[in-house]
């Protein structure tokens, strides 16, 4: 498995918070995915409220 660096914003109290997280995934769009389960599961967002400005390998 590849590592990504995800970079991006979600939605906070206090506005965009801006973000940088690396994950191992097979491919660019598993990575997408599991960004957004994290922030789904550790803040409780939906994906429309988490950005994903790039996925840099």
Known sequence: M???TVTGAFESRDGQQPFEKTIE???ETVARDR???AFGSEHGLTRT???I???AQ
């Open 25 to 27: 995934a097979p491919n």
């Open 35 to 37: 960004i957004y389960a």
């Open 53 to 55: 400005s790039e996925v």
């Open 2 to 4: 590849s590592k990504f």
């Open 49 to 51: 409220q988490v950005e």
